[in-house]
């Protein structure tokens, strides 16, 4: 009758200390959970209106939803955390998260990414789309990973084309004298300079005032890209010539991506291929919504037939040679006969 009287109260210490014994894990899981949880910032150079910028707020979105926010991708536009350069050094340094970059200024890192700005290299979308999302890919970005970047997903800005305040060129001859902004890349002014135009490079950031004080006379970029920064009101004439492609590479820097668990690196990468699909969607209808917007601006649009688009074709061609021995022409001669 001892030990009946004593058990109510052994129990209810007992109950007491299992009560602090579950507090104190629920306190330990909430702070491993805080401590687990991880704020990427996604810097671009685009503006609000960009495609792959809409693309980029529903990849970050998904990812917070899936991870149950122990993942957050914070997005920054407009060249906020810098020039797409200055991105890629800083992800090299571990000092900035993830980036968007085109394959020419990648290529200033992995020399195997400037296969894809190739002029006329690309059939069509499809031709495009079966190097860049199939097994190809590992190729054209061997080596990101020892610059201190994970490529997640080619998304898209589009087929390049050209627009100048001089006259309507139609023809490569008609590019002769003008001076036309670039990417940071050796091809692209090798690619210009052989139809006789000045390529300036320059930053994004920069290219509307230059246009609007002549410092240069044109630009070439995808359509997306050329209404979103409103350069039809500073821009007279537009050629579609689709002489090279466009995508927008979303990277990551290596440091950053090996604290990311194994789980949610998986969720990271199916929700960058699933913002990738909603990408290029989006920015084929808002291409030919842009062009319509572009003509009634006033601006000279010339859509150039097969036939024309081959001359061009002919005199940026030998731009290839120049890249054998850096791009590899075995890699240029998969990506030309991929089906």
Same mark, same amino acid.
């Given at each position: ?27 330990? &899981? ?154 940071? +890349? ?55 010539? &689709? ?9 990551? +820097? ?34 030919? &919504?842009?062009?319509?917007?572009? &003509? ?44």
């Amino acid at each position: 009758m001892k030990w009946g009287k004593k058990i109510p109260f052994w129990g209810m210490l007992a109950v007491a200390l299992l009560g602090l014994i579950g507090c104190g894990n629920q306190a330990a &899981e909430q702070e491993q959970k805080q401590e687990q949880k991880i704020v990427l910032k996604l810097g671009h150079v685009a503006n609000l209106q960009q495609p792959y910028h809409l693309a980029a707020e529903k990849f970050a979105q998904d990812v917070y939803e899936r991870t149950g926010g122990q993942v957050e991708i914070q997005v920054f536009p407009n060249s906020q955390l810098g020039g797409q350069r200055e991105l890629l050094e800083s992800l090299q340094l571990g000092t900035a998260d993830m980036a968007m970059a085109s394959s020419a200024v990648l290529g200033n890192f992995v020399p195997t990414a400037q296969v894809i700005d190739l002029p006329f290299i690309f059939r069509d979308s499809a031709h495009v789309y079966a190097v860049v999302d199939g097994p190809l890919a590992d190729e054209i970005y061997a080596g990101a990973e020892e610059q201190g970047m994970v490529v997640l997903s080619t998304w898209e800005n589009g087929f390049r084309n050209i627009g100048n305040n001089i006259w309507p060129v139609v023809t490569p001859e008609d590019m002769k004298g003008i001076k036309i902004r670039v990417f940071e +890349s050796q091809m692209y002014i090798n690619m210009f300079e052989r139809m006789g135009a000045i390529p300036t490079p320059m930053a994004m950031g920069e290219v509307f005032t230059a246009l609007q004080q002549k410092t240069i006379d044109g630009i070439e970029n995808a359509v997306v890209q050329i209404y979103a920064s409103k350069y039809q009101e500073v821009m007279k004439y537009l050629t579609i010539d &689709e002489h090279t492609y466009n995508p927008q590479i979303v990277l990551i +820097s290596t440091y950053k991506w090996n604290k990311i668990s194994p789980e949610n690196q998986q969720i990271i990468l199916e929700a960058a291929r699933e913002a990738r699909d909603y990408n290029r969607t989006l920015a084929a209808e808002k291409t030919t &919504e842009y062009l319509v917007a572009m &003509e009634e601006a006033g601006v000279e649009v010339t859509i150039l037939t097969q036939e024309q688009k081959e001359a061009f074709k002919e005199v940026m061609l030998p731009v290839w040679e120049e890249y054998y021995d850096i791009v590899g022409k075995d890699l240029i001669d998969k990506v030309v006969n991929t089906q």
